[in-house]
């Protein structure tokens, strides 16, 4: 993750794809509050390769001891120090080049963390929080695991968790638009093959669609997963329509799974967690698991259960 320090304040700036420096606070990513500085006096971009310092300003930058050409680009080089609008102004120095990264940052104490597409806060083993980013709109969700309440979160915006306050920190990466021939897979394209031991203690799920064989192995929430699917089923057997069937009160669920709310909520983000791995491009695994005012229902439409050998509940449908 590359970095600047800013020698005046001692605070570590951590670099955005394109990174600008200014007076105007609120149009530069790092405010330079000098007299002598532009409004909007330089960039720091990454072109894929390196970082280039570009001076856009009327007083002029310094790199080390050279004054930038305005509107030229500049190779950086770790330890090189920055100067904006007079060269004897205090530096910012170059403390990191690392291509750019998602973080987030905590405010109390500067610790970050690299950012994937699935995140559970404080940790994986006692989860609060969960951070995803979706396939589908590109935007980073934050979960609630003990309520199932969503929100998106945005380049600055903060949260508390297991008492920190997080940052998240975006470099925007600039993505050429590409002429997409193939209708990216959403998830209920694929049918859900769920097979379990005849004691119930062992749950396994398989995926399959044209052709694709995904094995996620045993795991303990495949068994929630595998629960709300055989509701849905059973509903559909007797007749409901396809926008009532499955639908489980959340209490309910999990008294007859002999866990806690809390507990069944972590199953389910772990769940959703692991396709996400297994499946980087599909969209929709947000809608793995529908809620509706308290209750909740697996949201595939096709699959099927087998105990032992025995094939016990199959549903083909289309998706709605």
Known sequence: MAQMRDLRSGRVQPLRAHHTFGRLADQVDSCVDLAAVSRIHAAIEWNGAAWLLRDLSRNGTWLDEEKLQTGESYPLKIGQEIR???PQHKAWQVEDLEPPLDILLAQEDGETFALEKYHFLPDDES?????SLSAEDGQWHLEDISTGESRVL???????CHGKHWQLFLV??????????????HFADYEFCF?????????????????????LGERSHHYVLLHLARRRAEDADSGLDVNSQGWV???????????DAGHLNIL???????LAEALPAVTGLNKLIQRMRGRLRFGGSCYSVCKGAEVTHRLTAKAE
């Open 84 to 86: 904006f609008g007079s």
């Open 127 to 131: 989860p609060e929080l969960a951070l």
């Open 154 to 160: 945005r380049h600055g915006d903060s949260f508390h």
């Open 172 to 185: 925007e990466h600039l993505v050429a638009t590409e002429q997409m021939s193939f209708k990216p897979r």
């Open 195 to 215: 097979e379990t031991s005849l004691d119930e203690e062992n749950s396994r799920l398989n995926l399959s669609a044209d052709g694709e064989q995904v094995d």
């Open 249 to 259: 009160d959340t209490e309910l669920l999990a008294k007859e799974l002999g866990l």
């Open 268 to 274: 389910i983000f772990r769940a959703r967690k692991q």
